[in-house]
């Protein structure tokens, strides 16, 4: 399931805060980025349809099916595939020879691959 930068919003809301009612992702997102009560509405539904948050009566409450790790890991795949040619080694090797990587990225990177445990 591919989510859109639309429906990422309602997931990060619902995320951080848990169980949220449509009208209260409707007041949050209209306090945000403007939108409409509509179009949250609209949003909302996209997300049901597609499997990622489930509506509970009453009040509409929205409960986020999917969790955000889930989200990233089948967002990184996609990305791997696209465009590293489904080899996560040239992703690393793209973030790890940026130039404009500080040093104290660079050191926490080397670190993260040191400690990544055998086998996994």
């Keep these: 399931m591919k989510l859109f930068d639309s429906e ?3 997931m990060n809301i619902l995320w951080e ?3 949220t009612t449509a009208k209260g992702l409707a007041e949050i997102l209209a306090e945000q980025i403007g939108w409409s ?3 949250t509405y609209t949003v909302i539904k996209k ?3 597609k499997g990622a948050a489930s509506r509970i009566d009453p009040n509409f409450l ?19 595939d696209k465009m590293f040619g489904g080899r ?4 690393i090797a793209s ?12 050191e926490s990177l080397k670190n993260l691959v040191n ?6």
């Design 37 to 39: 009560k509509t179009t």
């Design 47 to 49: 997300c049901i349809d």
């Design 95 to 106: 973030i790890l020879w940026r130039k404009d990587l500080s040093p104290e990225v660079r």
């Design 62 to 80: 929205c409960h986020a099916l999917v969790t955000r790790q889930q989200t990233q890991e089948r967002e990184t795949d996609e990305l791997i």
């Design 8 to 10: 990422l919003r309602i």
């Design 88 to 91: 996560p080694e040239q992703l």
């Design 115 to 120: 400690d990544l445990p055998e086998g996994n």
């Design 17 to 19: 805060k848990g169980d």
